[in-house]
């Protein structure tokens, strides 16, 4: 016999049985459903929640017509015709929070401060720069125009308005825009509570001495810090060693305790690999080879009412499938209708990178920026799934795309930004 029977692998060019990238996470989002708890909380306490109700203007916003500028507030009909100046009499000066309890006659103006209210009959602000005060009086001249500088009552948000729609993730400017309402509180989504284990006799916990043949656990904390950068709260249950038993145990407690369970590892074709017969005595799990690099096996499912996110168990190929992924996938879940993940741009590669056609990859890249304003990227060198410092030294994913091949120096290609993202 000269020739052996193998199975197919991520060697393979267009390697058989394999999903797409974008068939995996469209059949992930298609199963998900949204959950409905919330919560109602203080304004401060809910930056970078998701908002569960809309939220409904009360007021006007402003309240009152009033200054946009420091100035002079006057009526529109004492405006001078082109090349005429005009002459008005000072009768009064507003500041902000004081209104002013008389009215405006022609031929009178009211000096104004800023935000304060407008006085009544008075229309048109003249911004203090451009007028000629003569004592008691200004002179102005014909470059005006009526119902300048004055912002109208409800300009911003009328009254009955939806200012903020749900599923939206409030953040400092929707905190602001709520505040302005005279909003104290607000309805958010609850939390996700994020159950996450690593599984494997050689993995030690960082405060284990070193023993030969065995590595730190990295992914457990990598997933703990993404969970919790993403609003969830983790449930860590440690290491679980290649036991079906104490898996079994493991599950069990992850899916009566957490809305989303993570492991990292076991989810392969090892011969030691005991999570993969677990999983399908207890629940509805999909087991996928994913035509990508890194990141190629992944499982996903049902564990009772808990959804299971089946990580690979090298560093990269962890963060790499679940910023790409699973954060999608729990932002359907929380019912964000804002994509969490950074929108993908057009850059030019300053290296040349070596691809095969048949899966998509994620190399971790330096995005730069050169002093003519130029936008480029090249990779962090060493590119295995292995190498976590490929992630910590890079600021953005090059996404190449299933089709393509090799990537020549100074061709664009598509770039994910990790500033947001992480």
């Known amino acids: 016999m000269t020739k052996l029977t193998t199975q197919s692998s991520c060697d393979d060019e267009n390697e058989r049985g394999t999903l797409s990238v974008q068939h995996a996470l469209q059949t992930m989002l298609d199963s998900l459903v949204e959950k409905t708890g919330s919560q109602t909380l203080p304004i401060t306490d809910a930056v970078d929640r998701v908002l569960a109700q809309p939220i409904i203007a009360t007021i006007n916003v402003p309240s009152h017509c009033n200054a946009a500028v420091d100035g002079y507030a006057l009526m529109h009909t004492d405006l001078p015709p082109i090349g005429q100046l005009a002459e008005l009499t000072i009768v009064g000066r507003i500041v902000a929070g004081h209104p002013y309890t008389g009215g405006l006659k022609k031929g009178e103006c009211i000096q104004i401060m800023t935000g304060a209210q407008m006085p009544d009959h008075a229309d048109t602000v003249i911004m203090q720069e451009q007028v000629e005060i003569c004592s008691t009086t200004i002179r102005i001249d014909a470059r005006h125009s009526a119902g300048q500088n004055v912002r109208q009552a409800g300009e911003d948000i ?183 993940v950074n929108p993908i741009i057009k850059v030019r590669c300053s290296s040349s990178i070596r691809k095969l056609p048949g899966r998509t990859e994620f190399q971790r890249g330096v995005l730069s920026q050169s002093h003519t304003g130029e936008w480029s990227i090249c990779t962090t060198g060493q590119q295995g799934s292995g190498i976590l410092r490929s992630m910590s030294e890079a600021n953005a994913f090059i996404i190449l795309e299933h089709e393509r091949g090799a990537v020549k120096q100074g061709e664009w290609v598509n770039v994910q930004a990790f500033a947001g993202l992480f």
């Open 158 to 340: 009328q009254l009955g308005q939806t200012v903020l729609a749900s599923g939206i993730k409030l953040t400092p400017p929707q905190i602001g825009l709520i505040a302005s309402l005279g909003i104290a509180e607000v309805s958010v989504k609850l939390p996700l509570v994020a159950a996450i284990f690593s599984t494997g006799d050689e993995v030690l916990n960082i405060a284990d001495s070193p023993k030969n043949g065995c590595i730190y656990d990295s992914n457990r904390y990598s997933l703990l810090a993404a969970l919790k950068k993403c609003g969830c709260q983790v449930l860590d249950m440690g290491i679980i060693p290649d036991d079906a038993q104490k898996l079994r145990a493991a599950f069990q407690l992850a899916a009566k305790n957490a809305d989303v369970i993570f492991t990292s590892g076991g989810v392969s074709v090892g011969a030691a690999d005991y999570t993969k017969q677990v999983l399908a005595d207890l629940g509805s799990i999909n087991f996928w080879k994913v035509a990508m690099k890194p990141g190629r096996p992944l499982a996903f499912g049902q564990i009772g009412d808990a959804v299971f996110f089946g990580l690979p168990g090298n560093p990269v190929a962890v963060m790499v499938t679940f910023y790409q992924f699973a954060l999608p996938c729990l932002a359907k879940i929380l019912g964000l209708k804002q994509p969490l």
